[in-house]
Nanobody, 122 residues
Framework: QVQLVESGGGLVQAGGSLRLSCTAS????????VGWFRQAPGKEREFVAA????????YYSDSVKGRFTISRDNPKNTVFLQMNSLKSEDTAVYYCGAAGRVAGTIDGYDYWGQGTQVTVSS
């Protein structure tokens, strides 16, 4: 079992930055790939970024590529999502998930956090 807790969300102006954290407890976190997803009101949860267990492989959605960076610190059981040049359309609840391997779809993930709200004002 893996427990995930997201933090770092908040209110920021367009063009600003935020860094989200996904901290894990439970089973060996370093053996899991981690993904970030987001869900805006009235919309389905969508893929944002993912990172392999070693951190050597990363994937991004086209909508965030070049603006967001995913990274991990395995000794600290934490994965980060650095979000720069934020836009109003980035407003959503952001969730992290843990999976056996990198995946870009929700059903690829076994564990989820409770989410953290990101609001970008224009």
């Amino acid at each position: 079992q893996v427990q995930l807790v997201e933090s770092g969300g908040g209110l920021v102006q367009a063009g600003g930055s935020l860094r989200l954290s996904c901290t894990a407890s439970g089973r060996t976190f370093s053996s899991y790939a981690v993904g970030w997803f987001r869900q805006a009101p009235g919309k389905e949860r969508e893929f944002v970024a993912a990172i392999s267990w070693s951190g050597g492989v990363t994937y991004y959605s086209d909508s965030v590529k070049g603006r967001f960076t995913i990274s991990r610190d395995n000794p600290k059981n934490t994965v980060f999502l650095q979000m720069n040049s934020l836009k109003s359309e980035d407003t959503a609840v952001y969730y992290c998930g843990a999976a056996g391997r990198v995946a870009g779809t929700i059903d690829g993930y076994d564990y989820w956090g409770q989410g953290t709200q990101v609001t970008v004002s224009s």
